[in-house]
Structures are given as structure tokens and as C-alpha cells.
């Protein structure tokens, strides 16, 4: 191979070797998934080597941002229960209570639907009263006693690495495919300005 064409093809070269680099650094996400020993390196990919350490400290995250600032709790009270409470109490009234008291001797003639009605506008009343301290209530003791860090952490250690490299993969295969070009677009720059400082220093000439 002459001088002149070695010259040439040196961008062509480093540029396919900057993409092939950025592509093994990408594909050491995810692999390998089991550690493999070369010579006296110990060789992992980087989400399979520290999964469980990414486990801990998602955990250790979301604890201190939702739980200590209360925001499960926050989130419940934004729950509209109106509509909800509305229709429980008619249903309540109507489909429950009201076939049972008009069963009952005597008392049952005297149940008519005005009377169930009013019922219902009672029933529906107290449970909204009932249903703020209800929710607080019920907030609490889920923060209380529900290892929400402990949970998130196994589930993290435990989540398929194949499903999440498929995850990663999906959403961002755009950003994948530009850091593989821009690796081939340094390496190319880089055999370019090799090339002219060769021809500079006087060490390869035309």
C-alpha cells in the first residue's frame, strides 16, 4: 500500500474506529451481563454491576423526596370524592336500605320514595364529612407502614435486565445512534488532522 493511499484512508480508519468504540461503550450499558474474567480484568457491564447499588440509592430517593415531604398524603387530598360519595350513598339508600325497611312490618308502609330521599341526602352529607379525616387517616398509616423504600429497592434489584435494555433501547436509540456518529465524526477529524501534521513535520511527503 502506498504512502499516499495510507494517507487517505487514515481518516476512514480512526472515523471507524471512533464509532466502534462509542458503540462497545454503549453496548457496556447492558453487557456482558455476567462478569467475565480476561487475564487479571474482571469485565461487566456497567447496569448488571451496579444494579443493586442503583436499587439502594433509587430507594433511599424517592423516600426522602415523597416521603418526608408528605407528598402521597398531598396527593390523596386531591382526590375529588364527591362524585363517589354521591353515588355510595344512593346506592346505599336505594339498592341496600331501602328494600330492608320497607320489609319490616308496619314501619315498611311508611317508607316512600320522598322519605328515602331524604335518607339519602343525610347518608351523603355524613360520609362527606367523614371521608377528609378518613383519607388523612388512611394516608398516614400507608406512609406509617407501608416499606415503600424497601419495595421500590427489590423491585429495582429484582427488574429484567433484557426488558429494561429493551426499554432503554426504545427510547433512546436516537441519542445511541448520534453519540456512535459523533465517535465517528471525532475519529474521522482526528486521522484528518494526524494526516496533516504528518505532512507537516516532513516525515510523509506527497
Same mark, same amino acid.
Given at each position: 500500500m502506498s504512502t499516499q493511499v495510507l494517507l487517505i484512508l487514515t481518516p476512514f480508519i480512526t472515523a471507524a474506529i471512533g464509532?466502534?468504540?462509542?458503540?462497545? =461503550?454503549?453496548?457496556?450499558?447492558?453487557?456482558?451481563?455476567?462478569? !467475565?474474567? *480476561?487475564?487479571?480484568? !474482571?469485565? /461487566?457491564?456497567l447496569i448488571p454491576r451496579r444494579q443493586l447499588q442503583l436499587?439502594?440509592?433509587?430507594?433511599?430517593?424517592? @423516600?426522602?423526596e415523597i416521603l418526608q415531604q408528605h407528598m402521597i398524603l398531598n396527593e390523596i387530598r386531591k382526590i375529588e370524592m364527591t362524585p363517589y360519595l354521591e353515588e355510595a =350513598?344512593? !346506592?346505599i339508600v336505594w339498592e341496600r336500605i331501602g328494600p330492608q325497611l320497607r320489609a319490616i312490618p308496619l314501619l315498611g308502609?311508611? *317508607?316512600?320514595?320522598?322519605?328515602?330521599? !331524604?335518607? @339519602? #341526602? *343525610?347518608a351523603s352529607a355524613s360520609m362527606k364529612e367523614e371521608a377528609g379525616p378518613l383519607m388523612e387517616k388512611v =394516608?398516614?398509616?400507608? @406512609?406509617?407502614?407501608?416499606?415503600?423504600k424497601q419495595m421500590i429497592e427489590d423491585n429495582i434489584a429484582a427488574f429484567d435486565l433484557d426488558r429494561l435494555e429493551s426499554i432503554v433501547n @426504545? #427510547?433512546?436509540?436516537?441519542?445511541?445512534?448520534t453519540?456512535?456518529?459523533?465517535? =465517528?465524526?471525532?475519529?474521522?477529524?482526528?486521522?484528518?488532522? /494526524?494526516v496533516l501534521l504528518f505532512l507537516a513535520s516532513g516525515v510523509v511527503a506527497i
Amino acid at each position: 500500500m502506498s504512502t499516499q493511499v495510507l494517507l487517505i484512508l487514515t481518516p476512514f480508519i480512526t472515523a471507524a474506529i471512533g464509532w466502534f468504540t462509542n458503540w462497545v =461503550a454503549i453496548k457496556m450499558l447492558f453487557h456482558p451481563r455476567v462478569p !467475565k474474567r *480476561i487475564f487479571f480484568w !474482571k469485565w /461487566q457491564g456497567l447496569i448488571p454491576r451496579r444494579q443493586l447499588q442503583l436499587a439502594q440509592e433509587s430507594a433511599e430517593i424517592i @423516600e426522602r423526596e415523597i416521603l418526608q415531604q408528605h407528598m402521597i398524603l398531598n396527593e390523596i387530598r386531591k382526590i375529588e370524592m364527591t362524585p363517589y360519595l354521591e353515588e355510595a =350513598a344512593h !346506592k346505599i339508600v336505594w339498592e341496600r336500605i331501602g328494600p330492608q325497611l320497607r320489609a319490616i312490618p308496619l314501619l315498611g308502609s311508611f *317508607i316512600n320514595d320522598g322519605t328515602l330521599a !331524604k335518607f @339519602e #341526602v *343525610i347518608a351523603s352529607a355524613s360520609m362527606k364529612e367523614e371521608a377528609g379525616p378518613l383519607m388523612e387517616k388512611v =394516608a398516614t398509616e400507608f @406512609e406509617a407502614s407501608v416499606d415503600l423504600k424497601q419495595m421500590i429497592e427489590d423491585n429495582i434489584a429484582a427488574f429484567d435486565l433484557d426488558r429494561l435494555e429493551s426499554i432503554v433501547n @426504545e #427510547v433512546a436509540n436516537r441519542e445511541f445512534r448520534t453519540i456512535e456518529r459523533l465517535g =465517528a465524526l471525532l475519529g474521522f477529524v482526528i486521522g484528518c488532522v /494526524q494526516v496533516l501534521l504528518f505532512l507537516a513535520s516532513g516525515v510523509v511527503a506527497i
